[in-house]
Protein backbone atom coordinates (compact mmCIF):
# COMPACT_ATOMS: atom_id res chain seq x y z
CA UNK A 1 0.00 0.00 0.00
CA UNK A 2 2.60 2.53 0.62
CA UNK A 3 4.41 1.30 -1.88
CA UNK A 4 1.30 2.15 -4.93
CA UNK A 5 0.84 5.49 -2.72
CA UNK A 6 4.33 6.64 -3.11
CA UNK A 7 4.08 6.16 -6.63
CA UNK A 8 0.83 7.98 -6.99
CA UNK A 9 2.63 10.63 -5.25
CA UNK A 10 6.20 10.64 -7.47
CA UNK A 11 3.61 10.88 -10.40
CA UNK A 12 1.32 14.19 -9.23
CA UNK A 13 4.35 15.65 -8.81
CA UNK A 14 5.52 14.76 -12.44
CA UNK A 15 2.81 16.02 -14.31
CA UNK A 16 2.49 19.35 -12.30
CA UNK A 17 6.32 19.94 -13.10
CA UNK A 18 5.58 19.08 -17.22
CA UNK A 19 2.41 21.60 -16.97
CA UNK A 20 3.96 24.11 -15.56
CA UNK A 21 6.21 24.07 -18.86
CA UNK A 22 3.47 23.71 -21.26
CA UNK A 23 3.41 27.48 -21.37
CA UNK A 24 5.55 30.73 -22.73
CA UNK A 25 5.84 33.44 -20.16
CA UNK A 26 5.59 36.75 -21.92
CA UNK A 27 6.43 40.38 -19.63
CA UNK A 28 5.10 42.89 -21.56
CA UNK A 29 6.76 46.35 -20.03
CA UNK A 30 5.51 50.35 -20.28
CA UNK A 31 8.28 51.98 -19.57
CA UNK A 32 7.21 56.02 -18.13
CA UNK A 33 6.39 57.89 -21.71
CA UNK A 34 5.31 61.29 -21.39
CA UNK A 35 3.13 60.88 -24.73
CA UNK A 36 0.04 59.31 -24.18
CA UNK A 37 0.70 58.88 -19.78
CA UNK A 38 -2.55 59.41 -19.17
CA UNK A 39 -4.25 56.95 -21.16
CA UNK A 40 -3.67 52.93 -20.83
CA UNK A 41 -2.19 50.93 -23.73
CA UNK A 42 -4.19 47.95 -24.79
CA UNK A 43 -2.10 45.06 -25.59
CA UNK A 44 -3.62 42.26 -28.26
CA UNK A 45 -2.24 38.46 -28.94
CA UNK A 46 -4.03 38.02 -32.10
CA UNK A 47 -7.24 39.62 -32.26
CA UNK A 48 -7.43 38.52 -28.07
CA UNK A 49 -7.00 41.63 -25.34
CA UNK A 50 -4.50 40.40 -23.02
CA UNK A 51 -4.27 43.79 -21.14
CA UNK A 52 -4.70 47.48 -20.55
CA UNK A 53 -1.70 47.83 -19.06
CA UNK A 54 -0.66 51.96 -18.08
CA UNK A 55 2.43 53.92 -17.52
CA UNK A 56 5.24 52.50 -15.85
CA UNK A 57 3.58 49.28 -15.15
CA UNK A 58 4.60 45.73 -16.17
CA UNK A 59 2.06 42.52 -16.48
CA UNK A 60 3.91 38.98 -17.34
CA UNK A 61 1.07 36.40 -18.74
CA UNK A 62 1.01 32.53 -19.54
CA UNK A 63 0.61 31.95 -23.11
CA UNK A 64 0.14 28.67 -24.79
CA UNK A 65 3.37 28.04 -27.22
CA UNK A 66 2.87 28.97 -30.74
CA UNK A 67 3.07 31.96 -33.43
CA UNK A 68 1.47 35.18 -32.76
CA UNK A 69 0.99 38.44 -33.59
CA UNK A 70 1.60 40.94 -30.87
CA UNK A 71 -0.30 44.50 -31.86
CA UNK A 72 -0.58 47.71 -29.04
CA UNK A 73 -2.73 51.08 -29.20
CA UNK A 74 -4.09 53.75 -27.25
CA UNK A 75 -6.97 52.04 -25.28
CA UNK A 76 -10.04 49.77 -26.78
CA UNK A 77 -11.11 46.63 -26.74
CA UNK A 78 -10.31 45.26 -30.73
CA UNK A 79 -7.48 46.02 -32.46
CA UNK A 80 -7.22 48.57 -35.05
CA UNK A 81 -6.08 48.53 -38.51
CA UNK A 82 -2.53 50.05 -37.85
CA UNK A 83 -0.58 47.43 -37.89
CA UNK A 84 3.00 49.40 -38.19
CA UNK A 85 4.10 48.32 -34.70
CA UNK A 86 2.66 44.87 -34.55
CA UNK A 87 5.37 42.20 -34.20
CA UNK A 88 5.73 38.54 -34.28
CA UNK A 89 6.88 35.96 -31.66
CA UNK A 90 7.18 32.53 -31.67
CA UNK A 91 6.94 31.59 -28.37
CA UNK A 92 8.23 28.49 -27.15
CA UNK A 93 7.34 26.56 -24.06
CA UNK A 94 8.94 26.65 -21.00
CA UNK A 95 10.91 30.10 -22.18
CA UNK A 96 10.51 33.67 -21.22
CA UNK A 97 10.21 36.71 -23.16
CA UNK A 98 9.67 40.60 -22.69
CA UNK A 99 7.92 42.64 -25.09
CA UNK A 100 8.20 46.02 -24.69
CA UNK A 101 6.57 49.43 -25.88
CA UNK A 102 7.83 51.42 -28.47
CA UNK A 103 6.83 54.70 -29.33
CA UNK A 104 7.79 56.33 -33.12
CA UNK A 105 7.87 59.88 -33.37
CA UNK A 106 7.25 60.74 -37.38
CA UNK A 107 6.04 64.06 -38.33
CA UNK A 108 2.36 64.14 -38.30
CA UNK A 109 2.37 60.52 -38.25
CA UNK A 110 3.42 59.09 -34.90
CA UNK A 111 2.71 55.95 -33.41
CA UNK A 112 3.14 53.36 -30.86
CA UNK A 113 4.90 49.73 -31.37
CA UNK A 114 6.29 46.73 -29.39
CA UNK A 115 9.72 45.16 -30.04
CA UNK A 116 11.12 42.54 -28.44
CA UNK A 117 13.68 43.04 -25.29
CA UNK A 118 16.25 40.90 -23.65
CA UNK A 119 15.75 39.97 -19.96
CA UNK A 120 19.27 42.62 -18.75
CA UNK A 121 17.10 45.46 -20.22
CA UNK A 122 13.98 44.17 -18.25
CA UNK A 123 15.98 44.18 -15.39
CA UNK A 124 17.58 47.66 -15.96
CA UNK A 125 14.25 49.38 -15.95
CA UNK A 126 12.26 47.01 -13.63
CA UNK A 127 13.14 49.21 -10.74
CA UNK A 128 10.96 52.33 -12.01
CA UNK A 129 8.06 49.96 -12.64
CA UNK A 130 4.91 48.36 -10.77
CA UNK A 131 3.84 44.96 -11.69
CA UNK A 132 -0.10 45.07 -12.66
CA UNK A 133 -1.70 41.64 -12.25
CA UNK A 134 -4.77 42.86 -12.69
CA UNK A 135 -4.37 44.97 -16.17
CA UNK A 136 -7.55 44.21 -18.05
Not at 76 to 90: A, F, T
Request: aromatic content about 12%.
Amino acid sequence: MKFLLGIVFFLSFSINGQAQTETAKVYLIREGMHEGSAVSCSIFKDEELLCKLNNKRYSIHDVAPGNYTFHTQWNGNKPNRDKRGDIQVMLEAGKTYYIKFNSVAKAFNGYIGLIEVTENTFKTVEPQLKVDDKCL
